[in-house]
């Protein structure tokens, strides 16, 4: 059964930092893309950061760029997002999603295995 399972939401002040992780479970996670989608409500669930399961291709949103770092660890079988100078249109709810072979530019409905999401609330 595959499980992936997110942690490391809070709440925390404009421009302070988080660190998200995701642990993974009963895939071959080196076969899986990754990334980290958000959503608020009433909104679309919109991708914050990719990396392709080779690992040596990374998107962000335009959004995130310069303040968002997501990274795989394939021996722990997970991935982070560390975000820098939050701000308050970051607070959402945070996925970690994957995508077996998939490609970094792929949307949501591309992502086959999600986790139950952890909040992220940044306030000013």
């Known amino acids: 059964q595959v499980q992936l399972v997110e942690s490391g939401g809070g709440l925390v002040q404009a421009g302070g930092s988080l660190r998200l992780s995701c642990r993974t479970s009963?895939?071959?996670?080196?076969?899986?893309?990754m990334a980290w989608f958000r959503q608020t409500p009433g909104k679309e669930r919109e991708v914050a950061a990719a990396?392709?399961?080779?690992?040596?291709?990374?998107r962000y949103a335009d959004s995130v760029k310069g303040r968002f770092t997501i990274s795989r660890d394939d021996v722990l079988n997970t991935i982070t997002l560390q975000m820098n100078s939050l701000r308050p249109e970051d607070s959402a709810t945070y996925y970690c999603?994957?995508?077996?072979?998939?490609?970094?530019?792929?949307?949501?409905?591309?992502?086959?295995?999600w986790g139950q999401g952890t909040q992220v609330t940044v306030f000013s």
């Open positions: 999603a994957a995508n077996e072979y998939g490609n970094t530019a792929s949307e949501a409905e591309d992502y086959i295995h």
């Open positions: 009963g895939l071959t996670f080196t076969s899986y893309t």
């Open positions: 990396i392709r399961w080779s690992g040596h291709v990374i």
